[in-house]
Each structure stands twice: as structure tokens, then as C-alpha cells.
């Protein structure tokens, strides 16, 4: 069965998780502190990661964030009753997919693991991508995760910001909805009303533009979603 591992030092919390997932086949790891988590993770190498975020020993921003440093695909969601804007943009600058606020209902986390779970990792669907992508004075190398200015800058993109950037470039000059963005980004049935797809998009113009506030390379359509412009 598929393992998941979940870290909340809240024990009805945790156990409540750990009910929902195995009702659906999954095999829960539980633990109960960010330590914990780091040590699970590195036995037993888990297909999906719920992190809480305030917990002892160390907090699930700073176990994200040592993930991320010798695993770029693993997904990792959120699932914490902070609900800052801050702490959103924080843990997906982390490179968390998803942030989950509690309480929620066993309909809605199982719908986030399974989108998490279903869509193809981002690294293998970047196989069969170009080796070099432009984006403005930009081009993106899917299969490095990294991008070049024109200036000779460089910086790094997660898999999502991938298969984002990808996704506006194949429909340059188009304006892409929401749910196309969310279905090819996230997977099918991936709740709507979930901002990440709006602090992704927040995230990548901090990267990629020269000025995020009046972005020129990914514009916003009222109503509908994004669009690149091709110059």
C-alpha cells in the first residue's frame, strides 16, 4: 500500500488522519514532532508528506524546507490551523503543493492527497518537454529546474513552477483558465477554491519579473485566469 507520512503533534488530529487514510488503502506513518517526520521520511521514503506546521523539535516549515534540499518531488502538503496569508506564501516558497487549513472535512483532504498523488511527478512529465523553453528574456531548462535571463542571470524553479511556466508557453498569448492551470498543474477534481494556484503564480513573478506589482510576462485575466505575453 501506499505509505503516507503525517506529522501533527496534535494527537486527535493525527489519529483522525491516520483513520481517513487507511479507510482509503493507504498505510499512514505518524509522527508526532518534526524530528520524527525527518526520520520516517528517510526510512521508508514516502509517496506524500502532511506537515503541521507548529510542532516540537523542529517546526514543519524547517523540516520542508531539509526535505526539499535532496528531494524536489515528493509532495508535500500543509495541514495546520495558522491561517495567515504569510504562512501560505512561506511554506510554498518552501516548495509545499498544497496548504490545507483545519479544521477540514475527510472529503476535502482526501481529495488534495489524492490530486497530489494521481498527477504524473512533475520531474518525469518534464521528460518529455524541451531541453530549453523561452519565456520573455527568459529560458527555462525543464529537465534542470533553473532559468537563464538574457543578462546572464540564473535562478531556480521548482517542478511546478515547471509545468506552469510550461503550460502558459504552449498557449502563449492566450489567456489559460483556472481550471485548465489546476487540472494540468494539480490534477482532476483539485478544489477551486484553493488559492495556491494564485500564490504560485505570486511566487513565480518574484522570480521572473522585473517588476512583480506590474507583471508583463504573466498577466492576470479577470474572471478567467492567466495569460503570457508573447513580445
Same mark, same amino acid.
Given at each position: 500500500?501506499? #505509505?503516507?507520512?503525517?506529522?501533527?503533534?496534535?494527537?486527535?488530529?493525527?489519529?483522525?488522519?491516520?483513520?481517513?487514510?487507511? !479507510?482509503?488503502?493507504?498505510?499512514?506513518?505518524?509522527?508526532?514532532? @518534526?524530528?520524527?517526520?525527518?526520520?520516517?521520511?528517510?526510512?521508508?521514503?514516502?509517496?506524500?508528506?502532511?506537515?503541521?506546521?507548529?510542532?516540537?523539535?523542529? %517546526?514543519?516549515?524547517? $523540516?520542508?524546507?531539509?526535505?526539499?534540499?535532496?528531494?524536489?518531488?515528493?509532495? $508535500?502538503?500543509?495541514?495546520?490551523?495558522?491561517?495567515?496569508?504569510?504562512?501560505? $506564501?512561506? @511554506?510554498?516558497?518552501?516548495?509545499?503543493?498544497?496548504? $490545507?487549513? #483545519?479544521?477540514?472535512?475527510?472529503?476535502?483532504?482526501?481529495?488534495?492527497?489524492?490530486?497530489?498523488?494521481?498527477?504524473?511527478?512533475?520531474?518525469?512529465?518534464?521528460? !518529455?518537454?524541451? &531541453?530549453?523553453?523561452?519565456? @520573455?528574456?527568459?529560458?527555462?531548462?525543464?529537465?534542470?529546474?533553473?532559468?537563464?535571463?538574457?543578462?546572464?542571470?540564473?535562478?531556480?524553479?521548482?517542478?511546478?513552477?515547471?509545468?506552469?511556466?510550461?503550460?502558459?508557453?504552449?498557449?502563449?498569448?492566450?489567456?489559460?483558465?483556472?481550471?485548465?492551470?489546476?487540472?494540468?498543474?494539480?490534477?482532476? &477534481?483539485?478544489?477551486?477554491?484553493?488559492?495556491?494556484? %494564485?500564490?504560485?503564480?505570486? #511566487?513565480?513573478?518574484?522570480?521572473?519579473?522585473?517588476?512583480?506589482? &506590474?507583471?508583463?510576462?504573466?498577466?492576470?485575466?479577470? @474572471?478567467?485566469?492567466?495569460?503570457?505575453?508573447?513580445?
Amino acid at each position: 500500500m501506499m #505509505k503516507v507520512l503525517i506529522a501533527d503533534d496534535d494527537p486527535i488530529t493525527l489519529e483522525a488522519v491516520e483513520t481517513c487514510l487507511v !479507510s482509503e488503502g493507504f498505510t499512514p506513518l505518524p509522527a508526532r514532532n @518534526g524530528e520524527e517526520a525527518l526520520q520516517l521520511y528517510q526510512q521508508h521514503h514516502p509517496a506524500l508528506i502532511c506537515l503541521d506546521i507548529m510542532m516540537p523539535v523542529l %517546526d514543519g516549515f524547517e $523540516v520542508c524546507k531539509r526535505i526539499r534540499k535532496q528531494d524536489a518531488h515528493t509532495p $508535500v502538503l500543509f495541514l495546520s490551523a495558522k491561517n495567515e496569508e504569510i504562512d501560505v $506564501v512561506v @511554506g510554498l516558497e518552501l516548495g509545499a503543493d498544497d496548504f $490545507v487549513r #483545519k479544521p477540514f472535512g475527510k472529503r476535502e483532504l482526501l481529495a488534495r492527497v489524492r490530486a497530489a498523488l494521481r498527477r504524473p511527478a512533475t520531474a518525469s512529465s518534464t521528460s !518529455s518537454q524541451p &531541453d530549453r523553453i523561452p519565456f @520573455g528574456p527568459w529560458h527555462f531548462f525543464p529537465k534542470q529546474l533553473r532559468a537563464t535571463h538574457e543578462d546572464g542571470r540564473e535562478i531556480e524553479l521548482s517542478p511546478r513552477e515547471v509545468t506552469l511556466l510550461a503550460c502558459l508557453h504552449e498557449r502563449a498569448g492566450e489567456a489559460v483558465h483556472r481550471d485548465t492551470l489546476l487540472e494540468q498543474c494539480w490534477g482532476l &477534481d483539485y478544489y477551486p477554491e484553493s488559492r495556491t494556484l %494564485d500564490q504560485h503564480i505570486a #511566487k513565480l513573478r518574484k522570480k521572473i519579473e522585473r517588476d512583480p506589482a &506590474d507583471p508583463q510576462l504573466i498577466e492576470t485575466i479577470r @474572471g478567467v485566469g492567466y495569460r503570457h505575453r508573447n513580445h
